[in-house]
Structures are given as C-alpha cells and as structure tokens.
C-alpha cells in the first residue's frame, strides 16, 4: 500500500487514465474526486463488496430447486 500526504486541490495518478483529486479537508473526512475512462467502474468500496456478493449468490445454486429437479430427472431401476 502507497500511502500519500496531499492537501486540497492536490491530485495522485494512477496510471495514465485515473487521477484522484482531493478536493476538501475537513471534520474528520477527506473528499475525493476521482476522474477515469467511462468504461472503468468506480465504486465504493462497501458497494463494490455488496454487489460481488449478490453476484455470488445469483450464481450459487438453490438446493432445495437442485434437489427436487434432480428427484425428477430419476428413473426407476
């Protein structure tokens, strides 16, 4: 991890596509503003992990509709 001191109005780059400004200082909070190519996703970090985990769980398979699908699909022997 990088860690940077800036002051407002400063900016960091982070490679030649993104660079985050800070654009205020104050009651214990730091807002940035972050410029990037339209295509490249910005979120928040808490966003970020509440979508990966709805993702996660739209792929995971619901047992109870497995099982029962998997019952039907038997043949008798």
Excluded: C, F
């Excluded at 985990?53 to 019952?71: I, K, Y």
Aim: charge should be neutral; aromatic fraction near 2%; avoid cysteine.
């Amino acid at each position: 991890m990088l860690i940077l001191s800036r002051h407002a109005g400063e900016a960091i780059r982070i490679g030649q596509d993104v660079r985050i400004v800070v654009v205020h200082v104050g009651g214990g909070k730091v807002r940035l503003g972050i410029e990037g190519p339209k295509q490249l996703r910005i979120l928040r970090e808490e966003l970020y992990a509440l979508v990966s985990d709805l993702n996660q769980q739209a792929q995971a398979p619901d047992q109870d509709a497995l099982d029962a699908w998997l019952e039907g699909t038997k043949t008798p022997r």
